[in-house]
């Protein structure tokens, strides 16, 4: 936790313009930025990433006040947005940058990973088994300024009207009750 009480937790469920819209609504979420993480070179930018040679997943990470919502609460939300048993895919974008991960940044963080994951699966929640990763924060890079906020800012393009929109809005149906103030109403 930072001096201000906030803790981080980093996630990567497909195109990081969905995850981010979704999670910056979420009470007791204080910021959300879009990035990079999980790859083997040294530093990252958009196109690299879209390219697949670096390895890394677009990801957000979310400083929250574990005050107002729990990281248990950050997983449900994570997993409940974003279809966690295919493999390097969500709907139409496909690569290992889309994959399904948590990067835990503490031992608390990877055990309740762990247990929810394991939950879920033996709960049979899906279908198919889950397919994400668990593995330990790396070295995050933000991505490029004009990602951040994207669907604030870009509602009308083709994709966040399509496929960003109608998932903040299931998201917004599903967890009314633990939406920011003003939020979706």
């Known amino acids: 936790m930072n001096a201000q009480g906030l ?6 469920g497909g195109c990081f313009w ?3 819209a979704v999670f910056k609504e979420l009470r007791g ?8 993480c999980g790859g083997h070179a040294a530093g ?16 957000v990470q979310i400083e929250y006040d574990p005050r107002q919502v729990s990281y248990v609460e950050l997983l449900e939300v994570f997993f409940k947005t974003h279809d966690p048993t ?12 889309y994959r399904s991960v948590v990067f835990c940044h503490d031992d608390a963080q990877r055990a309740e990973a762990v247990r929810i994951k394991q939950q879920l699966d033996s709960s049979g929640a899906f279908a198919s088994p889950i397919v994400t990763q668990i593995q330990p924060a790396e070295t995050f890079y933000p991505a490029e ?21 109608p998932k903040v809005e299931k998201f917004r149906q599903v967890f009314a009750d633990r939406l920011k103030p003003g939020v979706g109403r």
């Open 29 to 36: 979420v204080e910021s959300v930025r879009p990035g990079y």
């Open 7 to 12: 803790a981080l937790a980093t996630f990567g």
């Open 145 to 165: 300024e004009y990602h951040h906020d994207y669907f604030a800012r870009n509602p009308g393009q083709s994709y966040c009207a399509y496929v960003v929109g």
């Open 18 to 20: 969905c995850t981010e």
């Open 44 to 59: 990252a930018t958009y196109e690299q990433v879209c390219g697949g040679g670096t390895g890394h997943a677009e990801v």
């Open 86 to 97: 295919t493999l390097n895919r969500q709907g139409a974008d496909t690569g290992t940058q």
